[in-house]
């Protein structure tokens, strides 16, 4: 059993990682190109959905394996610390599904997908939301102004989440001086005095 939860505890140290990596990547992409226009934009979008596309994936197999090996709760938290914990971490799960989904669902409104399909890092195909290609003509632009509305309110949601979890790691670590955030950072590990 031991060895099972070596392998989750590095699969979920890497997941997350690899997840927060992507997820501050593709802010700052998306701070670039709102600031371009015309075809100077379609690079770094395209960059933007098939970082958004990716996360989405990883985030799915994050889920699936803490849904199977659910991790143990972190020693030493106040109750008010484990709830606020529990809650943080259902919301980052709502940001990194419901980001990639929204912003998906916002390129697939309408028929223009379909005339010039998404490809993930312009390799592999990615198919548009079927159903989201057939709205009618005349809903397209208030569909896609809803999933954009969606995707930006995320997005907000997504930096207060970033904020609160840096800033209680930076509490756990400097001010609690507890072993919390070598869960997730081993190389933080308080080693014992010799």
Excluded: C
Aim: glycine residues 6%; hydrophobic residues 55%.
């Amino acid at each position: 059993m031991a060895i099972a939860r070596d392998r989750y505890s590095s699969s979920a140290i890497i997941l997350h990682w690899l997840i927060a990596a992507l997820l501050i990547a593709n802010i700052g992409i998306a701070w670039y190109f709102n600031d371009l226009h015309g075809a100077a934009k379609a690079a770094p979008m395209a960059l933007h959905r098939s970082i958004g596309i990716t996360v989405l994936l990883l985030s799915l197999v994050r889920l699936g394996l803490r849904l199977v090996s659910p991790p143990p709760a972190p020693a030493g938290l106040r109750p008010w610390e484990r709830r606020l914990s529990g809650i943080v971490h259902v919301l980052f799960y709502v940001v990194m599904i419901g980001l990639p989904l929204t912003g998906w669902a916002m390129v697939s409104v309408g028929p223009k997908l379909v005339q010039t399909p998404m490809t993930l890092f312009n390799l592999i195909p990615w198919p548009a939301i079927t159903p989201l290609t057939q709205v009618a003509a005349a809903r397209v632009h208030q569909t896609h102004e809803l999933f954009e509305a969606a995707h930006g309110l995320l997005g907000k949601l997504a930096y207060a989440l970033i904020v609160l979890h840096v800033g209680a790691a930076l509490k756990h670590q400097v001010i609690d001086r507890d072993a919390v955030v070598a869960r997730m950072a081993p190389w933080l590990a308080r080693r014992p005095a010799a």
